[in-house]
T-cell receptor, first 114, second 114 residues
């Protein structure tokens, strides 16, 4: 069973539009961590954020913001005023208690057109 | 800023050959991981390593795979007899702690099996 679902395969926007990436997770643990990573065309994985299950405060970092809702098991990511450099694949990931690994979603490809 | 490094960046090999992928984790990190990403697919966990032994492995990590920390700095992934389906990007990651699991990823090694 998928632990992390990113239902959007691809999103295409014009520069300066906002884009929201959905992430739904599944776990029975009460303590867990959620992550977002960015994979630009060059291929590396860039860490964006980690959120623990006890901290439901939304977070903003520059043009990035994250909305964590335990009630719907979602951890959505919004890029405000998108730029061409935001074009990448974005992965949501889950880490559960007593688990070493990150379980990644399938990723969402974001294309920002000038 | 400390970072995880991986060599080589690209490895081409013939089916049936052995390959060793090398990683240098961040120096004060204690937990080490290998993940792989088949082209266009999600990132999949292979194995985690702590205190000189495997702490968790996935079903992908069969007898053809092995990991080693031969000295105080390197962490290697060996594939004994490569198959075509081993062609993928292999990412090494490391973390200081297990609990919050903030894993820092290397730039990846692209393995092409012909």
């Amino acid at each position: 069973a998928q632990k992390v679902t990113q239902a959007q395969t691809e999103i295409s926007v014009v520069e300066k539009e906002d884009v929201t990436l959905d992430c739904v997770y599944e776990t029975r643990d009460t303590t867990y961590y959620l992550f977002w990573y960015k994979q630009p065309p060059s291929g590396e994985l860039v860490f964006l954020i980690r959120r623990n299950s006890f901290d439901e405060q939304n977070e903003i970092s520059g043009r990035y913001s994250w909305n964590f809702q335990k009630s719907t098991s979602s951890f959505n990511f919004t890029i405000t005023a998108s730029q061409v450099v935001d074009s990448a694949v974005y992965f949501c990931a889950l880490s559960e208690t007593n688990d070493y690994k990150l379980s990644f979603g399938a990723g969402t490809t974001v294309t920002v057109r000038a | 800023e400390p970072e995880v490094t991986q060599t080589p960046s690209h490895q081409v090999t013939q089916m049936g050959q052995e390959v060793i992928l090398r990683c240098v984790p961040i120096s004060n990190h204690l937990y080490f991981y290998w993940y792989r990403q088949i082209l266009g697919q999600k990132v999949e966990f292979l194995v985690s390593f702590y205190n000189n032994e495997i702490s968790e492995k996935s079903e992908i990590f069969d007898d053809q795979f092995s990991v080693e920390r031969p000295d105080g700095s390197n962490f290697t992934l060996k594939i004994r007899s490569t198959k075509l389906e081993d062609s993928a990007m292999y990412f090494c990651a490391s973390s200081e702690f297990r609990d919050n699991n903030e894993q820092f990823f290397g730039p990846g090694t692209r393995l092409t099996v012909l």
